[in-house]
């Protein structure tokens, strides 16, 4: 286990929700997804969080779920924490999920509300328990009602709360004021689920943030976070202001994946862009502008700008999409 030891951050504070890199016929490119998860932890990353819904949980499968975890495991060692998606509507099928990821050295499980099926609340706090009471890995739980349908509400935090091996949550609810009472309330560490709000989470007692974004911006997040800590506030808004061109680019209309393949691909991290419907991989014409983004932000040089791009409207934070804290993860 490579945790740290402080129960305010379990997981550390910046931590990406990575993608899962594929080769052109679509199937799962381990090797590129070590190389990925090394580059995220040289950039400042504390975590990774593996299939989660931008790491295309929906349409991998079990046995790849499990690779994935191995070989990231393997390419990172005990330099970061790795969280395993464990989520499904079908609690039995996340008790496999979350077993086998232990199985294959997760250091943690990422549980997210059963989806679709809109459980009642003690259908919740049923389907945590289980999967909690599966293995001897700490959980954060995800509360995403966007995606989801169903929200956890309070009462069900306070309870789960009281599982030995449930410390944290990701809030992807926009709520941040019901994040400050559920905080304490609770006791668990709070991870931001939406890039756009790591600073008024960390204003209210929020541990960090489990991150789109950070797949690019990781050592800016952690930056962030480090003059927060040190209450330089003022300091820590002016370096999370020069991220935001870069949020807005990759969480824009719920294509996480899809612009974030795209970006690292423009970066030179990824050989291909490839998704696995139904989600398809960005055309050219929206590279074009996320290239034009990408070099405004630092994060690919000129040089490396292959097209020419149409020009970019005087808010460049509007180019693809909405802002992010608009669209849950």
């Not at 464990?86 to 990821?101: E, F, K, L, V, Y």
């Not at 989470?201 to 541990?207: F, K, R």
Request: glycine share 10%; hydrophobic share 45%.
């Amino acid at each position: 286990m490579v945790l740290p030891a402080a129960s305010a951050r379990p997981f550390g504070a910046v931590l990406t929700a990575m993608v899962t890199p594929m080769t052109p016929d679509g199937a799962i490119d381990l090797k590129a997804a070590a190389k990925l998860a090394k580059k995220l932890v040289d950039d400042g990353n504390d975590g990774l969080v593996l299939s989660g819904t931008t790491g295309e949980s929906p349409v991998t499968h079990t046995p790849e779920k499990v690779e994935l975890v191995a070989a990231v495991v393997e390419a990172v060692g005990d330099r970061a924490a790795v969280l395993a998606g464990a989520g499904s509507n079908d609690t039995a099928h996340a008790i496999r999920m979350a077993t086998q990821a232990a199985d294959a050295g997760a250091d943690g499980l990422l549980v997210v509300s059963p989806y679709y099926s809109r459980p009642t609340q003690e259908g919740l706090y049923q389907h945590f328990a289980a999967v909690a009471d599966s293995t001897e890995l700490p959980v954060m739980l995800y509360d995403i009602p966007g995606r989801s349908g169903v929200r956890i509400a309070p009462e069900t935090f306070a309870r789960i709360a009281e599982h030995p091996l449930v410390v944290a949550n990701k809030d992807a609810t926009g709520d941040v004021w019901s994040a400050e009472q559920l905080i304490e309330a609770t006791g668990l560490a709070w991870y931001s689920g939406d890039d756009g709000l790591l600073l008024p989470s960390l204003s209210v007692g929020g541990a960090g943030i489990v991150s789109v974004s950070a797949h690019l911006v990781g050592r800016k997040f952690a930056e962030v976070v480090r003059l927060w800590d040190a209450g330089d506030h003022a300091g820590a808004l002016t370096v999370f202001r020069t991220t935001v061109p870069i949020i807005n680019a990759l969480n824009g209309a719920g294509a996480q994946a899809v612009m974030t393949k795209a970006a690292l691909q423009a970066q030179g991290v990824l050989e291909h862009r490839t998704l696995r419907l139904p989600n398809v991989a960005a055309t050219d014409h929206e590279v074009a502008h996320l290239r034009a983004v990408l070099v405004a932000g630092g994060v690919i040089p000129a040089s490396a700008h292959p097209m020419s791009p149409p020009e970019l409207p005087e808010d460049a934070t509007a180019v693809i999409g909405h802002p992010a804290i608009a669209t849950p993860r």
